[in-house]
Structure formats: structure tokens, C-alpha cells
């Protein structure tokens, strides 16, 4: 308990609060547009959005694959994805990991054999992971 209240302390003094809070606020938006909608399609075209738009709007390239994280942990199987638009998004994400390579607070060796030649492979895998993350709530609904 005193371990997580100090990791909300250090969060909230931390000079990166706004974005934070902006990440939270997009969160919300995306789990709205799913209710709305009754499906995903809004919800990518906005996680989109938020990835062509992530400098002005002041996001890390972290930030935004933690927001998606979030979307794909959210919606499991209740919802699909359209295949066309996950592709769209995947390929925003491998530009936008080009673009910010320099600036990308994830580890080095996270990245180290990604190039521009196997950028898409390694978008593709990353998107391989978060439908498992998305199929893996099916399985946890057993221990409610």
C-alpha cells in the first residue's frame, strides 16, 4: 500500500502529468466511441488519429502503443476489429517508430534489429501480441 501510494506521489509530481492525464482522456473517448458505435471502426480511426497527430497533441510513441494496449485489453472478443483499419493503424505505428527511433524511450534492445527494411514485420508482431492480449480476457471471465 505505501509502495503504490508513493508511485501516485512520484506520478503526480512528475513533469509528464499533462500527458499523462491526456492518455486517460483518450482512454475514455475510445471506451465512449466502442458503447456508442456498438462496434471499433470510430475508436481506430481515432487511435489513428491519435498516432499521425501524436507531436501535437504531445505524446510519446509509449504513450500511444499504451493507449492501444488499452483499447485491445478492453474490447476482448466482444468486439472485432476491422482488418483494413487495424492494418491502416499498424502501418502508423511503423512510421511513426521510424520517425521517433531517436527519441523512443523504450529499451534499446527492444529495437536494436528493427530496421526500415523489417519495421512492418516487427508492427505485425506487435499487433499478433495485442490479439492475444484482446482473446485473453475470454479466459480470465472464468474466475469471476
Given amino acids: 500500500?505505501?509502495?503504490?501510494s508513493l508511485g501516485i506521489i512520484e506520478t503526480l509530481k512528475s513533469p509528464k502529468i499533462?500527458?499523462?492525464e491526456m492518455?486517460?482522456?483518450?482512454?475514455?473517448?475510445l471506451l465512449q466511441s466502442v458503447?456508442?458505435?456498438?462496434?471499433t471502426d470510430e475508436a481506430v480511426k481515432q487511435l489513428q488519429e491519435l498516432v499521425l497527430n501524436r507531436k501535437r497533441r504531445g505524446f510519446s510513441i509509449?504513450?500511444?502503443l499504451t493507449i492501444i494496449t488499452f483499447f485491445y485489453s478492453l474490447i476482448g472478443q466482444k468486439f472485432s476489429?476491422?482488418?483494413?483499419?487495424?492494418?491502416?493503424?499498424?502501418?502508423a505505428i511503423?512510421?511513426?517508430?521510424?520517425?521517433?527511433?531517436?527519441?523512443?524511450?523504450?529499451?534499446?534492445?527492444?529495437?536494436?534489429n528493427v530496421t526500415k527494411s523489417n519495421i512492418k514485420e516487427f508492427c505485425k508482431h506487435i499487433?499478433?501480441?495485442?490479439?492475444y492480449l484482446k482473446n485473453a480476457r475470454m479466459h480470465l471471465t472464468k474466475y469471476k
Fill in 1 to 4: 500500500t505505501i509502495q503504490a
Fill in 81 to 91: 476489429v476491422n482488418p483494413q483499419l487495424e492494418k491502416d493503424l499498424e502501418k
Fill in 35 to 39: 458503447a456508442a458505435e456498438g462496434n
Fill in 62 to 64: 509509449e504513450i500511444i
Fill in 18 to 20: 499533462s500527458s499523462l
Fill in 94 to 112: 511503423a512510421d511513426a517508430l521510424l520517425e521517433d527511433e531517436e527519441k523512443l524511450g523504450m529499451p534499446k534492445t527492444l529495437l536494436e
Fill in 127 to 131: 499487433f499478433t501480441k495485442l490479439q
Fill in 23 to 29: 492518455a486517460e482522456c483518450s482512454q475514455k473517448m
